[in-house]
């Protein structure tokens, strides 16, 4: 089972930005696929972006793109979300997730989560 802490939450204006960090073992970071997932009030979870072990391919919904980057960090061993240009509809609770299998990544179907970082947009 991977362990990941998800981190950097909080409350922005629209229009403003945040950073999320994921922090795994050196174990987990280089053999997993990981994603960034949120789960909005009433709402089910869903991708927000997804990024290869190898970096060459990244998936995400068009209601990010463009705004959101997902990236990874080899020395602090973290995989990391750019929020940019946040809209009150990027309000929920952010999970990040991996795994060896690409596809799971992709479809989210994880049996376990972690506790996530609340987001909120709003003025």
């Known amino acids: 089972q991977v362990q990941l802490v998800e981190s950097g939450g909080g409350l922005v204006r629209p229009g403003g930005s945040l950073r999320l960090s994921c922090a795994v073992s050196?174990?987990?970071?280089?053999?997993?696929?990981f994603g960034w997932y949120r789960q909005a009030p009433g709402k089910q979870r869903e991708l927000v972006a997804a990024?290869?072990?190898?970096?060459?391919?990244?998936v995400m919904p068009d209601s990010v793109k463009g705004r959101f980057s997902i990236s990874t960090d080899g020395l602090e061993n973290t995989i990391n979300l750019q929020m940019d240009d946040l809209k009150v509809e990027d309000t929920g609770v952010y999970y990040c997730n991996g795994d060896r299998s690409w596809n799971l990544v992709v479809q989210g179907s994880f049996d376990s989560w972690g506790q996530g970082t609340q987001v909120t947009v709003s003025s």
């Open positions: 990024r290869h072990s190898t970096g060459a391919r990244i």
């Open positions: 050196r174990s987990t970071f280089v053999i997993n696929h």
